[in-house]
């Protein structure tokens, strides 16, 4: 028998875009959010006596760790030594191997270093296990290192091979050391440990093959529950629960109302609040959807907004509402984002085209956040919205 813990995409230090509209308790809250969860993950190691913890790359943002962080997980990987849980890191695009790195970890560490390498690890009852993983070497690992994997094929024990890389059928733009099922399934292991996606999935039951997504969300993009997956089982059958470890939730939702006044509108979404705060500290874009033909004004809308944000500061399982669109269900269904083609959104040349005046200008684009992370769609409705208002003479 084993049991471990797969996690993936720590990603602390992560800056968050700027929200000075935040109180200082929330904003707080979203810069320690990855550190919390990952705390999670290490009680929840400790509380069900694992054999061991892997992360499949990308502890840190970015190359230039900063201190805070190291010293926090040195911290958390000493908890594990203390009951002799081994822990076993591959370093990821984000995070990639440097000589000017010289963290010293706890004996209970093991790192994978740039080339494919196996370590061997016997379990509290006894079982052989072999994990089979490489770390990168720099940020554009693109080179496929799953020929380096060594096959599994008759030796005995469980074979766990530990990735951080991008399938071949996933739709994203960073496309690191890419591989195919076919790829991974011909190494005869037991369990596949992935990294670098942001969204937990599950490839294949037989072997399992998984991306445990990140532990915690940072933007509307990474929506939802976020953790680890716990792994139990034995050379014929391997069972994986996912857990959720996330400090704090992105979420979206809809409601509908036939309210149009201030204080019915504010009633209504403080009640739409009061029914989520259960599940926990969360940020949300809310839209609010108005059954009726009558309109709400713009100076309506801003007390509205104001009022829902004053009223999270002293809650400890804050619901924030931070993108509130109230919208009528009887305004023009042909809306301005329907006249442009899908491959006109799309296109890059287009959208940097007319985005390259504002961002060279350097008294702005100091102020303004990286446009590669907008949704152009959203960008579309929103300024659909300002010219509406407009039209009202709002």
């Known amino acids: 028998m084993v049991k471990f813990i797969h996690c993936a995409d720590l990603h602390l230090d992560s800056p968050f875009k700027s929200r000075s509209y935040l109180s200082q308790s929330i904003f707080e809250d979203m810069q320690n959010s990855a550190y919390e969860s990952f705390k ?3 009680d929840l190691a400790l509380n069900e006596e694992v054999d061991f913890l892997i992360i499949s790359g990308d502890l840190f943002d970015q190359e230039n760790r900063t201190l805070r962080a190291e010293v926090f997980l040195k911290e958390q990987f000493n908890r594990l030594a203390k009951e002799q849980i081994f822990v076993y890191i591959c370093h990821g695009n984000h995070d990639p191997l440097s000589a000017n790195i010289g963290t010293e970890w706890p004996e209970n560490v093991s790192v994978f270093s740039e080339n494919v390498e196996t370590y061997q690890t016997i379990t509290k009852s006894g079982e052989e296990i072999y994990l089979h993983g490489f770390s990168y070497q720099n940020d554009a690992s693109y080179e496929n290192k799953i020929d380096a994997y060594p096959s599994s094929q008759g030796q005995k024990g469980i074979h766990i091979g ?5 399938y071949s059928k996933t739709n994203s733009k960073d496309r690191y050391t890419e591989f195919r099922l076919e790829d991974l399934n011909s190494k005869l292991y037991h369990y ?10 599950a490839l294949s039951d037989m072997p399992q093959i998984h991306y445990a997504g990140n532990i915690q969300g940072r933007h509307f993009k990474e929506l939802g529950e976020k953790g680890c997956l716990l792994v139990e089982g034995d050379n014929l059958k391997l ?8 400090f704090i939730r992105f979420e979206k939702a809809t409601i509908e109302t036939d309210k149009t006044s201030k204080q019915g509108l504010f009633e209504v979404i403080q009640a739409f609040k009061e029914q989520v705060r259960k599940n926990g500290k969360s940020i949300y874009q809310l839209t609010v959807e108005i059954t009726t033909d009558q309109f709400v004004s713009e100076q309506d809308l801003i007390q509205v907004e104001e009022m829902i944000s004053d009223y999270e500061e002293n809650e400890h399982n804050f619901v924030f509402i931070e993108d509130l669109t109230i919208r009528n269900q009887f305004e023009d269904q042909n809306t301005l984002v329907k006249e442009f083609a899908p491959e006109l959104i799309a296109d890059n040349s287009v959208f940097d085209q007319a985005m390259n005046d504002l961002y060279l200008n350097p008294k702005a684009s100091k102020y303004l956040e990286n446009y590669n992370d907008f949704d152009r769609r959203q960008l579309i409705e929103h300024a659909e919205q300002l010219l509406k208002s407009d039209m009202r003479g709002e």
Do not use: C, D
Not at 192 to 201: D, K, M, S, T
């Open 192 to 201: 596949w440990a992935l990294g670098h996606i942001h969204e937990r999935q």
């Open 239 to 246: 069972n994986v629960t996912f857990v959720p470890t996330q």
């Open 40 to 42: 999670k993950i290490i």
């Open 162 to 166: 530990i990735l951080h890389g991008t």
